[in-house]
């Protein structure tokens, strides 16, 4: 991975594999991807990731990008509604609809991986999805309060989701999901079983974006084409 870079260029598959003889998972793993793009681990990847893939995987389909664009701004108001103040995420939000614009206007991977490595870009994007991650969590309280360990589910998110650096659970990526409406295939390779795990969240939909999920990090996976 390139020194500094929040995202990095895509590297062949067998760039994450131990130097060891690789294991059944690896193999595995590269016969199903064919590539890896990797993200920095600083507690926040989950939610780069995410973003970067998603955006990536709908950058040259002009209704797709321009359909992820009007979900982000709709997406204000599930913010309000669950008590957040505008001047709390407006600029977040602002930031993450320039990124969309830009993309638009240029339709260039590269545009999108530029935005993603200028680090207050990329934050003002990552800070955003938290937020709505908890407003999600909070809007569907008697849903969600039954998964989270804290004394209450506002604590939860106000210390574990909305905090820049703190690593995400499986129900805040549950959360973003639903509120984004984007389905995530999560790959992981932890674990003493022989099998790669797979979560597709929300179960039963077609994912839009594939993450390796290794040790508490995760990277962007791209699938091997079917032949």
């Known amino acids: 991975m390139e020194v ?18 690789p294991g059944a998972k690896y193999k595995d793993l ?3 991807f064919s590539s890896v793009r990797k993200v920095r681990g600083d507690g926040n990847c989950f939610y780069r990731a995410f973003c970067f893939s998603h955006m990536e995987s709908v ?3 002009t209704r797709a990008l321009q359909r992820f664009k009007d979900k982000i701004i709709q997406s204000g108001e599930v913010l309000s509604s669950a008590g957040f ?4 995420f407006k600029q977040h ?3 993450v609809v320039d990124v969309v614009e830009q993309c638009q206007a240029d339709e260039q991977d590269y545009a999108l991986l530029r935005l993603f490595n200028e680090q207050i870009t990329s934050d003002h994007v ?5 937020l709505l991650t908890s407003a999600h969590l909070q809007s569907n309280a008697q849903f969600f309060s039954n998964f989270v360990e804290a004394p209450n589910l506002h604590a939860y998110c106000r210390q574990e989701v909305e905090v820049m650096g703190m690593e995400c659970d499986h129900v805040d990526i549950l959360a973003l999901s639903e509120a984004l409406d984007i389905c995530t295939h999560i790959v992981s390779v932890d674990g003493d079983e022989q099998q790669l795990a797979h979560h597709m969240i929300p179960e039963g939909a077609e994912p839009s974006l594939h993450l390796l999920y290794q040790t508490s990090h995760y990277n ?8």
């Not at 500094?4 to 003889?21: A, N, T």
């Not at 103040?85 to 709390?88: G, I, K, L, P, V």
């Not at 990552?126 to 938290?130: A, E, I, P």
């Open 126 to 130: 990552v800070q955003y999805l938290r």
């Open 220 to 227: 962007i996976l791209y699938p091997r084409p079917h032949h």
């Open 59 to 61: 950058l040259h389909n």
């Open 93 to 95: 939000l602002d930031t």
């Open 85 to 88: 103040d505008e001047s709390r």
């Open 30 to 32: 590269s016969s199903q």
């Open 4 to 21: 500094g870079s929040l995202v990095s260029h895509r590297e062949d598959i067998s760039s994450m594999f131990p130097q060891q003889i």
